[in-house]
């Protein structure tokens, strides 16, 4: 530990929302109890949330210099790829073969993204979009008409492929193209997760852009042809577009889940067995890969690190509240699971600012940064930045 009356060494591992989101509620909740420095192997910040958009031009994933932001929350950077984690000196190994020591360490350097289908458009890195609007230019050209969108797992996070769907439909019908439209996918009913009321308003939408839903569904590919299993029915489509796999980091010395290498954390985002070692977001076993999720284990984990160096701050366990912005390019619908419940949808904002990564830190942060969308005071009925309307259920979709 450090030095009584020196800040205590805190390295964050990554530089995406639960890194960021560690950050500024560490500078918020520790002050100068705490040194902060991120190691992050990319310079920038991307936005993917809004990746889907970009084929379409309605929106992009917008890029933030990762220096400026650290700089603003009076932390460090070193720009660097982790390779390892030496636990038992209080060390990360950098792939350069340089060590960083350190007194508590927080790792959040998301998932892998693996392809699920050899012959697939796998949207989720940073080539898809290019990928994707090669596909809408042979839509437009006619020499494709039959698509199915394919979820090959629920863990992860299911949301973009809706949008996407519903995206490429809004698009046929702009270029007067008539294409064949199908979403498959494990979920029940659309985006299940969120509840009974959302589910149905984002059915409505798939219904009313004429894309066929095939819930309880996988999709098998064999000597050419796709399969729907269960069932063994043929899926007559000519091209897939289909979300990746996730699976865990693999960082030396961090443990990891059996099956997929996530990394075992309590509520708290303590790592299984090793002192002082933390992790929050897409890394972790929690099974739903979302940024507003990754956000909330990031406050998690900061309070606890903040109270660990001294802070008063009465640690609270990480208690997922799901929020998503699906974007749809003009339908545009905010969901909101409940613990109990039917859920909320509505066309709009259950939450301000209305971003689609809510956190508590970053969601503010990156939204006063952006001059075209100044915010304003947050609507009546807003308790404050982070916190839902008390009654969303109230809030029918299409006011
Ligand atoms: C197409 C798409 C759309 C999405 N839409 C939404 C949405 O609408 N709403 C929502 O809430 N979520 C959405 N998500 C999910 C959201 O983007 C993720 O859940 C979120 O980014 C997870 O944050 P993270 O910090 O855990 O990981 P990431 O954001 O993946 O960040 C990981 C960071 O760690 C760095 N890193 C990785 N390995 C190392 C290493 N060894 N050393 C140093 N640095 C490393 C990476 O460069 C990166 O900066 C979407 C995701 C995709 C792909």
Known sequence: MAEPGSPAEVLIVGGGVAALETMMALRDLAGDRVRVTLVAREPDFVYRAMAVAEPFGLGEAQRYPLRRIVEDFGAELVQAGVAALDASARRVVLRSGDMLRYDTVVLAPGARMLP?????????????????????????????????????????????????????????????????????????????????????????????????????????????????????????????????????????????ELEFGFVPVDRHGRVDGLDGVYAAGDATSFPVKQGG??????????????????AQVEPSPFRPVLRGLLFAGGAERYMRAAEQGEGAA?????????????????APYLYEREAASVPGPAPEGFRDLEVLLDTPDAAPVGD
Request: no cysteine.
């Open 116 to 256: 699920a289908f050899d012959d697939a458009l796998t949207f989720g890195g940073p080539e898809s979009g290019p990928a994707m609007r090669a596909l809408l230019d042979e839509l437009e050209q006619g020499a494709v008409r039959r698509i199915a969108f394919v979820a090959p797992t629920v863990a992860g996070w299911t949301l973009p492929l809706y949008e996407l769907a519903l995206l490429t439909a809004r698009h046929a019908t702009t270029k007067h193209l008539q294409l064949e439209l199908a979403l498959v996918t494990p979920e029940q009913r659309p985006l299940a997760l969120f509840g009974e009321r959302p589910s149905a308003a984002v059915a409505q939408l798939l219904a009313a852009a004429g894309i066929a839903f095939i819930g309880a569904s996988h999709v098998e590919v064999g000597e050419g042809e796709f399969w729907l299993v269960p069932g063994g029915r043929t899926l007559d489509v000519e091209r897939l577009v289909a979300l990746p796999l996730v699976r865990g980091p693999e960082l030396e010395g961090v443990p990891a």
């Open 346 to 362: 509505a066309a709009r904002p259950l939450w301000w600012p209305p971003t689609k990564i809510a956190g508590r830190y970053l």
């Open 293 to 310: 999720l990754a956000a909330q284990q990031a406050d998690a984990v900061a309070e606890h690190v903040a109270a660990r160096h001294g």
